[in-house]
């Protein structure tokens, strides 16, 4: 199975700061990396697909890169309501696996 | 606009069996791929089951294969989880999703149901 490593584990933002999220698969998924943000109490929510590809609803603000084993999603200006879990997850074999999250908090 | 409204969940004892059950609306259901995903309490997401537009292919990690069983009903646009022989770590919020295009990704999450498996 493809295991996706996230760093940091949990990360202190102050608002308007721009902030990357890693994440580092065991081996190559291509550009099969998906970002999703979960807020408290709340489903799921896709945010970038196939590594960078926008998600129309998302603002802006957030964006994705990488290829092959390491991807990065970006936050260019947090705001309070980015305050969030960060989970990205591999569709390039099965079975389908998602990293262990990375949480946004106050600083 | 895109609902899946998840039910069936509840307390169950271990071994024994439960069926979740996905209504869908908004979309016109026989033409996507369906998922199932979970989630532990206070843990991270894991896929469970993933069933093409026609119900013919289905896909399971090991964790649950020979366990549970992904269906759907086309002409009530519904999705079910049929969970046999559950166990304690199957204990999780149980999502319904879509996936979308080449369904190796969620395009739209449901609520969830919470599933307890205790004795």
């Known amino acids: 199975d493809v295991v996706l490593t996230q760093s940091p584990a949990t990360l202190s933002v102050t608002p308007g700061e721009r902030i990357s999220l890693s994440c580092r698969a065991s081996e190559s998924v291509d550009t099969y990396l998906h970002w999703y943000q979960q807020k408290p109490n709340e489903s799921p929510r896709l945010l970038i697909k196939?590594?960078?590809q926008s998600i129309s609803g998302i603002p802006s603000r957030f964006s994705g890169s990488g290829s092959g084993t390491d991807f990065t999603l970006s936050i260019n200006g947090v705001e309070l309501e980015d305050l969030s879990i960060y989970y990205c997850q591999q569709g390039n074999s099965l079975p389908y696996t998602f990293g262990a999250g990375t949480k946004l908090e106050l600083k | 606009e895109v609902q899946l409204v998840e039910s069936g969940g509840g307390l169950v004892q271990p071994g024994r069996s439960l069926k979740l059950s996905c209504a869908a609306s908004?979309?016109?259901?026989?033409?996507?791929?369906m998922a199932w995903v979970r989630q532990a309490p206070k843990k991270g997401l894991e896929w469970v089951a993933t069933i093409s537009t026609s119900g013919s292919r289905t896909y399971y990690p090991d964790s649950v294969k020979g366990r549970f069983t992904i269906s759907r009903d086309n002409a009530k646009s519904s999705l079910y989880l049929q969970m046999n022989s559950l166990k304690s770590e199957d204990t999780a919020t149980y999502y319904c999703a879509r996936h979308q295009g080449s369904p190796n990704w969620f395009a739209y999450w449901g609520q969830g149901t919470l599933v307890t498996v205790s004795s």
């Open positions: 908004g979309f016109t259901f026989s033409n996507y791929y």
């Open positions: 196939y590594a960078s």
